[in-house]
């Protein structure tokens, strides 16, 4: 909430987007790593930004974050500008890196508080805090031992809690389940989600596409620096219709372009895709129960054939021609 007063009559306006950004860049010197991003990120909401290995997602983060400064554009962050209101953005927000940052030497109980420190936290908040916060990370039971010893996983949910303890209205996950087994990764979702219902907002980066569509309100889809596509999960995969994704490969590649040709006369096939070099993905409505007509049309031999419902992946695979994992 941002009071303005205008000739004695004071105006409340009501915040709607927690992020604005405007052509935002950043570039090192050749790589143009975020190229310019237009982004309306809404306050309350869980963000996804889904994109492969080195699609600009943690430079546009660090750059929200005020870790970076922008090369060019411009962005507003919870209404502060990012290029002269930086000190009081930093003050609002709380950031979970891709790259970990425990301090080896003190357990997770000492890295918390001493993060909670840091902001200025009182000692009798914290205190209680950080034991409920690591309890719900299953972190209670190794809390007085050095993060050092700790696994991978373990650091990485102790992390995410360093980016909590000052209860930060806008929050950035960068990757924060990389790493982690299923059910780890399902005990930070669960705890990103409580964080959301606190109304925080919350921006989430990911190469998982189970992790943006199960997650995300609404997401963003990067590459090469750049947003590809932009909606809810469901938006996202309703542009691709109603069809299933059938996807396989055949054994003479220069066939395919005439392979999609012919399937593509079957009424209830909607389109056709090459996906790498060996691959055809078709979008079929009922793809599943008509696998054998596709496979009398293709006329060739299928190998590694697969059904599914649309997924984030096909939308990128739709977009790109690419997977979002190579
Ligand atoms: N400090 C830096 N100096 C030079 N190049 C950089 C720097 N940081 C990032 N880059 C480059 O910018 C591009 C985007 O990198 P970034 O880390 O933002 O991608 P990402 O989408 O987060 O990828 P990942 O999924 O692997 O984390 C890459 O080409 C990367 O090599
Ligand atoms: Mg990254």
Redesign the pocket.
Known sequence: MKWLETNQIILVTKLEYAIETHGLK?Y??K?H??DGIDLRIPKGSLYGVL????????????MLSTI?YPTDGSATVLGYDLRNERNKIKKLIGVCP?ELVVYPRLTARENIHLIAQMHGIAKKDYKERTDELLGKMNLLNRADSLSKTYSGGMKRRLNVLMAVIHEPELLFF??PTAGLDPQSRRVVWDFIKSFQERKSTIIL?T?SMEEADDLSDKLTI?DH?KIIATGTPQELKGRLGEGDNIEFKVANPEMRENIIERVKTLDFVRGGKHLGKQRIVLNALGGLRRISEIMDSVKVEMYDISVRENTLEDVFIDLTGRRLRN
Do not use: M, Y
């Open positions: 950043k090192f010197g790589i790593a975020v994109g492969p290995n080195g699609a600009g997602k943690s430079t546009a983060i660090r970076l891709q960068d990757e980066t190469h990067f620096g």
